[in-house]
DNA sequence: GTTAGTGCAAATGATTTGCAAACAG
DNA sequence: CTGTTTGCAAATCATTTGCACTAAC
């Protein structure tokens, strides 16, 4: 029986060209972006990458952690490259997509507590604050 | 010119019968459903509704803040009546889909301030906690 | 009667998938 | 070589829109 070691972990990826190319787009600008605007990147800077890599890629960087993903209140699917191990949440601009990162200790233990009082198990959040950055406001 | 009484309030809808039986359906089961699943569960009660105009309906609904709309996690966008007009989050079954109302004050607190902090204005946030409700656990 | 509301079918837009060709190990 | 990865085109899927039609007021 062929019992290497393969846990839950993934197969590792093979190293391609386009997976370099996504790779350092996502370390070089620091952004959101979906996968449709990381793809208009690749392509700007002559990487020639297919769309459907760019989805592939992401999702799987996503699951592997490499990534964070949220969703955009337009449901599109946006990613950036992780900074922290950290669990953290984000501060958007609605009008620009102005990112910051935000935490805090106590909202993380009241979610927790809170699902855990109501028979809740392997509890997961999100937590998205949107609105508009001083560069967008009015005036 | 015709400069009557339009505020920034809703031009009030018309009654139909279609209009009813969204209201009533969404008033009458609890949880949170698609449009199509709403759509579904009129046609099963008989009533010919089309799925544009539930999708119509819920949004204007919605917008108006008559009932509750939240993305599911594989980005449907599902909706239910409203029961509180005080703003509240959602605990859901990632399984069965049970819904709890929660909310904190704090976390309120927190998340406008922490916006207002980085400099953004017309806040607003969205929260949502997932996990296996006590029916849905393993043991 | 007018206008808002309805519903079908077609359009849209993001994401996925089939499948053959290209490439890494 | 041999299995992955790629990428195009076509398929999906939720949602939206065009437009002729019907019902409210």
């Not at 093979?14 to 190319?21: I, L, N, P, S």
């Not at 592939?56 to 449901?75: I, K, N, W």
Request: net charge negative; hydrophobic share 30%; with cysteine.
């Amino acid at each position: 029986m062929t019992t290497h070691q393969e846990g839950s972990s993934s197969p590792r990826p093979k190293a391609t060209r386009q997976r370099a190319a996504i790779a350092q787009a996502l370390a070089t600008a620091p952004g959101f972006r979906s996968a449709q605007e990381l793809h208009d990147e690749l392509r700007a800077a002559d990487h020639k990458v297919g769309l459907t890599t760019v989805y592939r890629t992401l999702q799987a960087l996503s699951e592997s952690g490499a990534v964070d993903a949220m969703r955009r209140e337009d449901g599109e699917t946006i990613y950036r490259r992780c900074d922290t191990q950290i669990h953290h949440h984000h501060l958007v601009c609605r009008s620009c997509g102005y990112t910051v990162e935000i935490e805090n200790e106590a909202v993380e233990r009241w979610t927790q507590r809170t699902a855990e009082k109501h028979g809740f198990e392997d509890v997961t959040h999100d937590i998205q604050v949107f609105g508009l950055c001083d560069a967008c406001s009015p005036e």
